[in-house]
């Protein structure tokens, strides 16, 4: 071209655009693929309050690390409606056709096992913030969880109820339809007669009942010094106002399934005094990863993007975002065998609410703490470590 000759406009566009498919097009497809992780949470239906705690508290964390390997991390939410089937086909959903490198969720213990059969047989890690039934990852290779088990708890709080409530006479009214209710229950039961308890009732419930006086009369005859309730928020709260009804005065222990506003808001003031075994209280947020959640959380409060208290399964949430995140980093990979190595090799990870290990059984190592309900918010008691 003679540099005298003035350039057309149009002969520099196609020079431009030769440019950017030459230079820049293969840069920017690669920049915009995201790491696709899958979400199976029950935002509807009876534990929907789990679900959309632990989403809260995953997407609060994604917003503190939202890339890993270099490419952004995109979730992908399936509400598994709390129904075990639907948990199932959530899993195929993100699995097949979402094509999702993992699962964070779903939230109790009877889902986990209702997805477990997909991430196993198409060896996609799976993460639960908050199942705690030990038949959740056992046999299982790709199934992993970072909260405590119902063998743990169940100790904790038996011991918390003979050393510290001085409980000696138990009765227990356990949800059937729930394996985390059932196997909690057990828990508790074992290490309260080891101790030297007795447990004078053993009652049944089930997922939805509203009444409770049956079982109750029976309780109250039998004249125990504590009420274990091994059950979710809702059972809970109802028979909390049943009792308070009946004139028993015992007082009520539960297991992390009450850890939900929602137990203060079914049941007033008849849940008072209730303790239970959970997994987290701000006061024990010690880490960096803690106190910038605990700032997010705070700020998003303060701003009304949030009007609920802070509970174990937000901060839950973000921790299994968070950890799952940490082994695709140390995996350099997102191929499901490499990010499961990878999760049963965590060691020392400076979590929301604590330092966890994770192991090839895929359990998480970990303390519990025990909050009691106090003038409608949840107090901190003490922690207790494994």
Not at 80 to 100: C, F, G, P, Q
Not at 160 to 167: N, S
Not at 180 to 200: D, M, P, Q
Request: hydrophobic share 45%; net charge positive; aromatic share 8%.
């Amino acid at each position: 071209m003679n540099s005298g000759t003035p350039t057309k406009p149009w002969t520099l566009l196609i020079l431009w655009a030769a440019a950017c498919w030459q230079l820049g097009q293969p840069a920017l497809a690669a920049e915009v693929q995201p790491v696709l992780v899958g979400v199976n949470l029950p935002m509807t239906g009876q534990v929907a309050a789990f679900g959309q705690m632990t989403w809260t508290g995953m997407q609060i964390a994604h917003n503190m690390k939202p890339e890993v390997l270099g490419r952004p991390v995109k979730l992908v939410l399936v509400d598994n409606k709390s129904d075990n089937v639907e948990t199932a086909n959530a899993a195929s959903r993100l699995v097949m056709k979402e094509k999702t490198v993992a699962i964070l969720g779903p939230s109790t213990s009877s889902q986990v096992m209702a997805a477990a059969p997909v991430s196993e047989g198409n060896q996609v890690p799976l993460v639960s913030a908050t199942a705690t039934n030990p038949i959740v990852t056992q046999g299982k290779k790709y199934v992993f969880r970072v909260c405590f088990t119902d063998p743990f708890q169940g100790v904790v709080a038996a011991r918390y109820a003979y050393d510290k409530l001085g409980a000696r006479k138990a009765a227990i009214l356990t949800d059937i339809s729930q394996d985390y209710a059932v196997g909690l229950a057990a828990f508790f039961r074992k290490e309260f007669e080891r101790l030297g308890g007795k447990v004078v009732v053993q009652a049944k419930c089930a997922t939805g009942d509203q009444d409770f006086s049956a079982q109750l009369g029976t309780i109250k005859a039998a004249g125990p010094d504590l009420l274990y309730l091994p059950n979710y928020y809702t059972e809970d709260a109802l028979v909390a106002r049943q009792a308070q009804e009946l004139g028993l005065k015992a007082p009520i222990l539960s297991g992390d399934g009450a850890d939900a506003p929602e137990l203060i808001k079914i049941g007033g003031p008849a849940v008072e005094g209730l303790a239970f075994t959970a997994h987290f209280h701000r006061q024990s947020a010690s880490s960096a990863l803690g106190r910038e959640f605990l700032t997010r959380y705070d700020q998003a409060r303060a701003s009304g993007q949030l009007k609920e208290e802070l509970t174990g399964f937000h901060a839950l949430g973000a921790e299994s975002y968070l950890a799952l995140v940490d082994a695709i980093a140390r995996a350099g990979s997102t191929e499901g065998a490499k990010i499961r190595k990878a999760l049963a090799g965590t060691k020392d990870f400076e979590g929301i609410t604590g330092r966890i290990n994770i192991g090839p059984d895929g359990n998480a190592v970990k303390s519990a703490t025990i909050l009691k309900a106090v003038k409608g918010k949840f107090e901190f008691v003490t922690t207790i470590e494994p």
